[in-house]
Structure formats: C-alpha cells, structure tokens
C-alpha cells in the first residue's frame, strides 16, 4: 500500500540517521490511533530487531499476523527474528508452513532452503532448489546454491554438472571456475585445479582463487612458482597482508626457512598485535626448532 511504503521510506531515512529510537516512538503514538494497522506493527518490528530487541520484535510481528495473516513480508521477518535469536527449528517450522501454504512463493521457498541447509537438511535443500528453479529457470543464485549444496555431500559429479553450466552465464563463471577448480583439487587433478583457478581474473573470487593455488602449489612442492605467485599477489592485494602473511610464513615453513617464516610473523604482529592466528602460527615454528619457552609465551 502508499502509507506501507511511505512509512518503509521513512523508517529508511531515520534509521540511516540513527534515530531508531525517534521513529520507533512516534510509530507507538500511531499505533494507539489507529490499531488495526499492520503495518505500523511491521514498522515496529523491524525497529525492534534493528535495535537487538528481539522480544519486542516478535509481539509486534505477532500484532502484525494477526491483523493481517498471509502478509509475506511478515511471514519472512518472522522468520528472521527467529534466525536472529538462534532459534533455526522454529523459522524451518514457520517457514514449512508458510510453503505448504505457498508453495509457488520463491522467496519463502528460498529461504527455507537456507534454513533447511543451516539444519542439516541437504537431500531436502536440494528438493526445494529444484522445484524453485523448475519454477524459474532464470533463478542462477539457486542454480548456484544447489551446487554448494551437492559440493557439501560429496556429490561432485552432480556439484560439477551445475557448476559447468553456470559458466554459460556472465556474472557467475568466476565463481564456478573456482569451485570447478576445488572440484579437481579435491580429486587430485593438480593442472586441472589450477587452470580454473587461473581463470578467475575479477570478482570477489579472485583474492580466493589465487590464494587456493599457491597452497595447492605449496603442497605439490612446487615452491620457486607458489613463491612468484604469492609476490604478485601482495603487490595486488596489499589489504589482504595479513591472510597473505600467514601464506608466506607456510612458504618458508615448507622451504625449511624457519628465520625468515619467523621474522615475517613477528613484522606482521606489529600491525597486527596479539593476532591470534599469526601467534599461532609463530608458536609452531618455534617449537619446531626447539625455542619452547618462546613458543610457549605465545
């Protein structure tokens, strides 16, 4: 409806100003004048969860349902405040009956499989992503979510026939490169893996896959190439230092460079005091050249 939008477009102006609290206050008074309005209590709702409040944003989820039953905003935020307080049994619940009740609604649908995948529910996932994508062929994020899916259970040539079709379409075949590229890895298939991964040159991806073939590189004992590929990529990503620290201290660790595997930690733990990974990692190689009291202290 015009006053459910107007009132999203407010709360949107307001929240990005921090005032939650104002908006929340003012929605109390409309509620009072007209109290068979749902979507003030959505509004409040939504207010409460922003502000972590999540018993105050299940009654008035609840207030909202009951004035307006089969809202399908407010059959999800319910769910969400559920998910946002750990409770996934109770959203995989609202959110079943929900599909019962819609079965063609997709983002009912997608959502339960979230949950279902967040409670174990694989095989029943994977039921839901089929007839979501059945529904709507064009619907590639579920295309791409079964995939991750058959990847989880070890079902690779399953996982493999829906990433090699993902690659058809523009904004998803980095991402399948670089699961194509774990798939071979997984396998074994060293010059396979690492031509996919070579393949993801943009993207979100990119850091990943370049980061995946240096370890795969590292552990195939090819140091002189891993430790080429490992200099480019701190020139390109120099905001990734300390993930790339930890590549560069496995490098030398492999190369038997215990000195330098050290000295790159500890000019890391200067920009990064007490990071527990890098004292870990230090912890590790000193104890491997029997410094204990000082792997100790880490």
Known sequence: TGFESALLELAGVIQKEGRVDIIYDVLDEL??????????????SLMALQKKDKNLAETKIQQTLRLKPDWEKAVILQAQIAVFGGDFNKAKLLLSDASDKYP???????????????????????????KIILADPKDFESQFAEGLVHLQLDQDQQAEDVFKKMLEQ????????FYLGKLEEKQG?????????????????AFDASVSAISLLQKEKHLEEAGSRLSLLQMKFPR?????????????????????????????????PNQKELLYTRAL??????????????
């Open 31 to 44: 509620s009072k004048q007209h109290k068979d309005n749902a979507e003030i209590y959505f509004i409040q």
């Open 104 to 130: 063609n609604n997709s983002k009912i649908n997608r959502m339960l499989a979230q949950i279902l995948i967040k409670t174990g529910g694989y095989k029943e996932a994977i039921e839901l992503y089929k």
């Open 170 to 177: 523009p904004d998803w075949r980095y991402q399948a490169c």
């Open 189 to 205: 298939n060293e010059k396979k893996a690492l031509s996919w991964f070579d393949q993801v040159t943009e993207g979100p991806f």
């Open 240 to 272: 990734q230092k300390l993930q790339l620290v930890l590549v560069q201290a496995e490098l030398y660790n492999q190369q038997k460079k215990y000195d330098e595997a050290i000295s790159a930690l500890s000019n890391a733990l200067t920009d990064f």
């Open 285 to 298: 190689i000193l104890e491997r050249i029997n410094k204990l009291d000082l792997a100790e202290i880490d």
